[in-house]
């Protein structure tokens, strides 16, 4: 059974840093791309940042040059680090795990940025 475990959300001033964690389980992590989507409260869900097997990685532009994903695959566990927040960072973050068609999504961390 795949389970993705997020952690690491929380209440943050603007211009502050998290680190946003989710732990892999039942699932050939090395194998899988490793995303971040986020949504806030009235929008679509959308995608922050992406990892794929060989490390490749891709952002969206509103976190480009703040955000970065890292994995560690001795970990099962995909990171991302937050810097310099804004208020429209503002959402719960969702960890998936995609292969092939499969996708597969945690239950989310919210990050709140406010002062």
């Known amino acids: 059974q795949v389970q993705l475990v997020e952690s690491g959300g929380g209440l943050v001033q603007p211009g502050g840093s998290l680190r946003l964690s989710c732990a892999a389980s039942?699932?050939?992590?090395?194998?899988?791309?490793m995303g971040w989507y986020r949504q806030a409260p009235g929008k679509q869900r959308e995608l922050v940042a992406v990892i794929r097997p060989g490390g490749n990685t891709n952002y969206a532009d509103s976190v480009k040059g703040r955000f970065t994903i890292s994995k560690d695959n001795a970990k099962n566990t995909v990171y991302l680090q937050m810097r310099s927040l804004k208020p429209e960072d503002t959402a719960n973050y969702y960890c998936?795990?995609?292969?092939?068609?499969?996708?597969?999504w945690g239950q989310g961390t919210q990050v709140t940025v406010s002062s």
């Open positions: 039942g699932i050939s992590f090395s194998f899988y791309t």
């Open positions: 998936n795990a995609a292969l092939g068609g499969s996708a597969n």
